[in-house]
């Protein structure tokens, strides 16, 4: 049966089980907005900003949060925020909540905390930010409760959260915090791209193949995807190997070496160097269970 811990802050704690190969907490919510709390980083983590703007550096980049938006940060992403930000947020480990399904959908590197599909933003409309702070508080609830079946019932209020995020950043919506403009021709370009990327990633990482399937020149193809998403084509080949990387090695279920074979590195050793480009570690580094870390 889990631990639980009860914080004065208001933050309340899901641990695992003795058994557990890790000692982070699996889930924690904060169900009254405040002073965010200091997640460890190896944790997924969801930020609500209710009421007044919040300005934070991500990765050393600079971003200002709007009422009604969700911060969706992935395991090594670091964040910090203004002093005096008020937020409402969780976080979860992959233990907890991780379930690996079709790009269209959700959960975990899907579609919520993945950065090739854009910003770490997602804008929620007026109508649905009472339902959100609900989910909040019925998670933490949850929490503190002792049913049979709370883990359950928690997994199914973090889906809800979580396909809500994934709607609204698919939805229109989320075109209006671009101060981008951008037309329909290129907007159409950009997700065929995604999606044949999602298709091929595995198999075909060169640029030439997706010209070739898109018909249109690297310079257009390269101009379009910074205009849209700030990064080159190469760059977002690259990132989207790197998330499956990710998920693979946080699974447990495989060595580096084994994950670096099966995303078609020859070499570990190149592998290792390409992942610590794509997020500051070495992947011997980045786990939390060094005994499937083996380069």
Known sequence: MSQLEQQPDGLSYLFADAQSK???????VQALAGEPPLYDEALYRIFFIEENEVKLTLDGASFLIEP?????????EKVIFEQGSEVRSLAFHHDFFCIKVKPSEV???????????????????????PSTVTRFEELDILIRSDSVFVKER???????????????????????????????????????????????YLDRKELQFFCDELSVTPEKLNRSLKENLGQTALQAINERIALEARVELRSG???????????????????????????????????????????
């Open 22 to 28: 890790h000692n982070l907490a699996l889930l924690m």
């Open 68 to 76: 009604g938006q969700l911060l969706t940060l992935s395991p090594g």
């Open 107 to 129: 959960f975990c590197d899907g579609v919520v905390f993945n950065r090739v599909l854009g910003e770490p933003i997602v804008t929620l409309p007026v109508h649905e930010w």
């Open 154 to 200: 928690i997994a199914s209020g973090l889906r809800s959260l979580l396909l809500q995020a994934a709607d609204c950043k698919f939805s229109g919506s989320q075109q209006e915090t671009s101060l981008t403009l951008r037309d329909e021709r290129t907007s159409d370009l950009v997700l065929r791209f995604q999606e044949l990327l999602e298709e091929n």
């Open 253 to 295: 279920r495989k060595s580096i070496k084994e994950v670096a074979i099966d995303l078609g590195f020859d070499d570990p050793l190149y592998f290792s160097r390409f992942f610590k480009k794509q997020f500051g570690v070495a992947p011997s580094h980045y786990f939390s269970d060094p005994q499937h870390h083996e380069e």
